[in-house]
């Protein structure tokens, strides 16, 4: 392969870059080549060397990924991060997907737990209009679990907020494994 593939095939694989980040990058890997010929390497040699365009674009992109959800711990930033970070190896479905996958359940039974709790009052009401008669104990237990709902409300803002940041840093150190290592 030489420069012109190689650049170009590296330029459709990094498309998700803004263009300037892309072109910087492009810039860098042109100056890779540039230095190789002037050492005396052939550009065929030169892109062995820097290896597979493929699994250059999959790092780059997995640390831009993995910026940007550092930067911004919102759901679609962590979501892109650990789709990247899974593409990097296969080993990364079983490491980084399932654990994802069951925090990410526990985390939904919360929010959906806590939004039944804050809805009993409601769902009594409901219940006393169209079906059966008052009773003063229902609605005592609507109003206790209507008290245990926002209290889990709030503590699941704190819980989804710890989440995203612990899970940035757990696809951090698992992307930085996959590379070669723990410094």
Known sequence: MNKDQFIKELSVLLKDLNGKEKQEI????????QF????????????????SPKLLAKEILANYHLENAKGAQTAGNVMRAVWAVIGLSFFNIIIVLGPFIALVGVILAGWAVSI???????????????????????????????????????GMQGITK???????????????????GIK
């Open 36 to 51: 190789g010929i002037e050492e005396g390497k052939a550009e065929n040699e030169i892109a062995a060397s820097l290896g």
């Open 162 to 180: 710890w989440f995203m940041h612990g899970f940035v840093r757990y696809i951090s150190f698992n992307t930085a494994l996959v590379k070669g």
């Open 26 to 33: 492009l810039h860098d890997y042109e100056e890779h080549f």
């Open 116 to 154: 039944a709790g804050i809805s009993t009052p409601l769902l009594v009401l409901l219940n006393n209009l169209f079906g059966s008669s008052f009773d003063l104990f229902e609605w005592f237990l609507s109003f206790v679990y209507c008290g245990a709902g926002l209290l889990l409300f709030v």
